[in-house]
């Protein structure tokens, strides 16, 4: 990016200032980077001053250092987001032809008109927690209400709950919580990877998030295995529709925003949901379904499973390279690793503990809180950020680690870290954005115009400046690649799984 004459002459005067203290550089490099001037620019003008004082206390040239490497592995320039995202066009148009476990199309090919009214039973069967809800869509200005809901904590003894013991633990949930309500229909919420057979079943497939409940399962009917688990309790349950939850959110967004086309989860995982032309997947991706079906539908909603994506045309740094290794499933969910809660915190930790030992963070000991894998949470890393001072925010990261000794130099180093991985997370979300719009539009053949993304998931609505970030990726995605002014809009939707699944029904 190039720099007015008044920003360069403002930057020069505060390169003559930041040769006086560290702490000086560690500020203004955070706060141009938040008036979004090029990191570069700063960080070259700065680092050239920087080396005198820097080389007076130990550790320090080093961590100026490091930092600048992190802070050029983790830019993203928005040339290189516009070639990733036409290799991931490439990569979602073979899935659509061939892949068994990604771009699954679902059976809901209506989106809902906002007029749609009753009264549902809704599960929400997520990643750790499981909810059951009875949901009421008013019609009347699109609007839709949870009456009552239980929230029931699946923990980690129940995600070791092997095959069917998972499902008889979720029918003792449901029983416990639809008493005098049974007879409405239901729709379900799944947040895991299925290969919908029909509205309301679909094939099990690998779950992933720690849970062992496909085991001994997998390919059973997910429809039936609730039906029957629910049976044994003694209770009478039809299932309606079931849907992953990036397809929930979709929906849940399209009863009150009409432009709604996509919808995204980033949480613990990710995902998103898109609706396309039919004509977009091969006839194999269908499977056996009703001829009545395909008269129907011209398009269809198709959970992309966005997670496996990216292999190895992502963006990488030795940090990743690092996660990946350590994982138990290396190379399985490579767009996850770089962009979900449950891996951001274990970058950033990852990072820290290499500048422990390389450039005297911590007065170089790691502390023992930050020594085991996942340790650093992507929550805490949200709230340092969220905290209105550098006092505050090393208050926040003692309480979790007690034994670090932390500066408020580190305490910027670590900021600063989490802001650099934060910001590349969601410039790569805009990016797959950008590439499943690019090649919705590439076969509609009409204007797209204003699209809507409905969104859902703890980072995108609390990690903060995250869906703005996003958003401005987003927009200059489009400038770039002179979209005729269509637009895509990031929308929280709230509730966006049982209110999903609710609709679901409805539109069948
Ligand atoms: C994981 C699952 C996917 C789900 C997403 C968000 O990536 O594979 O099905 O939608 O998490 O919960």
């Not at 070259?44 to 080389?55: F, G, H, N, R, W």
């Not at 115009?449 to 970030?469: A, H, M, W």
Request: neutral net charge.
């Amino acid at each position: 990016m190039s720099l007015s004459k008044g920003s360069q002459a403002l930057l020069d005067m505060l390169s003559r200032l930041a040769g006086t203290t560290i702490a000086i550089r560690c500020f203004l490099t955070s706060f141009f980077a938040r008036v979004f001037i090029s990191h570069h620019a700063i960080v070259a003008i700065l680092s050239s001053t920087a080396s005198t004082t820097s080389a007076d206390i130990p550790g320090r040239k080093a961590r100026s250092q490091l930092q600048e490497e992190i802070e050029i592995a983790f830019e993203t320039k928005l040339s290189d987001l516009l070639s990733l995202s036409a290799k991931m066009q490439d990569q979602f148009k073979t899935a659509l032809q061939d892949s068994p476990h990604c771009m699954l199309p679902s059976y809901n090919y209506q989106l809902p008109s906002g007029h749609e009214h009753g009264k549902y039973l809704a599960l929400d069967v997520g990643g750790s927690t499981f909810r059951v809800a009875l949901v009421e869509l008013q019609g009347t200005s699109a609007r839709a209400r949870i009456m009552s809901q239980r929230t029931y904590k699946i923990n980690d003894h129940v995600k070791r709950l092997v095959g069917l013991e998972f499902f008889d633990w979720m029918a003792s949930k449901i029983a416990e919580s639809i008493e005098g309500v049974e007879q409405l229909k239901m729709g379900i919420a799944w947040s895991f990877p299925i290969n919908q057979t029909s509205l309301r079943s679909g094939e099990i497939q690998g779950m992933g998030k720690g849970f062992c409940a496909n085991h001994g399962l997998l390919g059973a009917d997910l429809g039936n295995v609730i039906e029957e688990a629910c049976q044994r309790k003694g209770l009478k349950i039809s299932v309606s529709a079931i849907v992953n939850d990036s397809t929930a959110t979709l929906l849940a967004n399209a009863y009150t925003t009409s432009s709604t086309r996509f919808g995204l989860i980033l949480g613990t995982g990710v995902n998103v949901a898109v609706q396309v032309p039919v004509s977009c997947l091969s006839s194999r991706k269908f499977g056996r379904r009703p001829s009545g079906w395909h008269e129907a539908a011209t398009y269809v909603v198709v959970n992309t499973e966005l997670s496996m994506f990216g292999g190895s045309s992502l963006p990488v740094t030795r940090w990743d390279k690092q996660l990946d290794r350590n994982h138990a499933r290396p190379g399985f969910q490579p767009f996850e690793y770089r962009v979900s809660g449950r891996y951001l915190g274990e970058i950033a930790r990852l990072i820290l503990v290499e500048a422990v030992t390389d450039a005297g963070l911590f007065d170089g000991l790691l502390p023992e809180s930050l020594m085991a894998q996942y340790s650093l949470e992507t929550e805490l890393l949200s709230k340092m950020q969220s905290a209105h001072s550098v006092s505050a925010a090393k208050e926040l990261f003692e309480a979790c680690n007690p034994t670090a000794s932390v500066s408020v130099d580190d305490m910027t180093f670590v900021t600063t870290v989490a802001r650099l991985i934060t910001q590349r997370a969601a410039g790569l979300i805009a990016v797959s954005l950008h590439a499943l719009w690019s090649l919705r539009a590439q076969a509609s053949k009409t204007k797209e115009g204003r699209l809507t993304v409905g969104c859902n998931g703890s980072i995108i609505q609390l990690y903060p400046g995250f869906k703005e970030s996003c958003q401005e990726h987003l927009d200059r995605l489009f400038e770039m690649s002179n979209s005729d002014h269509d637009t895509v809009t990031l929308e929280m939707a709230e509730e966006s799984s049982l209110i999903g699944a609710a609709v679901a029904v409805v539109c069948a």
